[in-house]
């Protein structure tokens, strides 16, 4: 079955530093991946997905994330993080041997900017 | 940007009540709505997939007489919550996908905070 791994559950980091939070999921076959992000108390908000084609995926908010299949990563970056990044991001897969129906989420990673 | 609500953003109620969850998609039509169950500092927990016309499917471990799903139109589906205990209390989300849609990409509502006292 499928599995997503957030290697981190939390991470602080300073405004303005980079920040990556990684993601990995369990199967290599073809999968659409996603990450979303929640502020307290909110439902999820799409950051960004990757379907197909280029590897390097942009998103709202400064966010990108690369899709790695040798290695089922799909890690989140930002150059530079504000306060207002502060929130739980999660990394979601949709197996495609499932019809793409059905969405696994790994359990977030709270990021924590710090002025 | 496709829309989902969620009502009642917060309930507060006495053990052995029902409580009824809507979650509405306000500008798309949605064949298909997932309801999700969070736990404080944790991840979503797929509880059931409602699909409009026909029975939910439950994920295992999820009673089904417990947690009533009714999906009765394409915009919107309800869960309900059957005699309810403070086991039941947490963060219920919904989600839907517009029909047709060739992905899974979910639009979320903002959550129902239920407190079963």
């Known amino acids: 079955a499928q599995s997503v791994t957030q290697l981190d559950s939390q991470v602080p980091v300073f405004e303005e530093a980079p920040v990556e939070l990684r993601c990995n999921y369990s199967?290599?076959?073809?999968?659409?991946l996603f990450w979303y992000v929640q502020y307290p108390n909110q439902g999820l908000q799409l950051l960004l997905k990757?379907?197909?084609?280029?590897?390097l995926v942009k998103g709202i908010n400064g966010f990108e994330a690369e899709f790695n299949k040798s290695q089922t990563s799909f890690h989140l970056r930002k150059p530079s993080v504000h306060i207002s990044d502060t929130a739980e991001y999660f990394c979601?897969?949709?197996?495609?041997?499932?019809?793409?129906?059905?969405?696994?989420f790994g359990a977030g990673t709270r990021l924590f900017v710090k002025a | 940007g496709a829309v989902v609500s969620q009502h009642p953003s917060w309930v507060i109620c006495k053990s052995g009540t029902s409580v009824k969850i809507e979650c509405r998609s306000l500008?798309?039509?949605?064949?298909?709505m997932f309801w999700y169950r969070q736990f404080p500092k944790q991840s979503l927990m797929l509880m059931a997939t409602?699909?409009?016309?026909?029975?939910?499917?439950?994920e295992q471990g999820v009673e089904k007489d417990k947690f009533l799903i009714n999906h009765a139109s394409l915009t919107l589906s309800t869960l309900t919550v059957t005699s309810a205990h403070p086991e039941d209390s947490s963060f219920y989300i919904c989600?839907?996908?517009?029909?047709?849609?060739?992905?899974?990409?979910?639009?979320f509502g903002p959550g129902t905070r239920l407190t079963v006292l």
């Open positions: 989600s839907a996908r517009e029909s047709g849609a060739p992905y899974n990409e979910q639009f």
């Open positions: 199967s290599s076959v073809s999968v659409y």
């Open positions: 990757y379907l197909s084609g280029s590897t």
């Open positions: 979601a897969v949709s197996d495609l041997n499932t019809g793409g129906f059905k969405t696994i």
């Open positions: 500008d798309f039509q949605a064949t298909t």
């Open positions: 409602s699909n409009e016309g026909s029975k939910a499917t439950y």
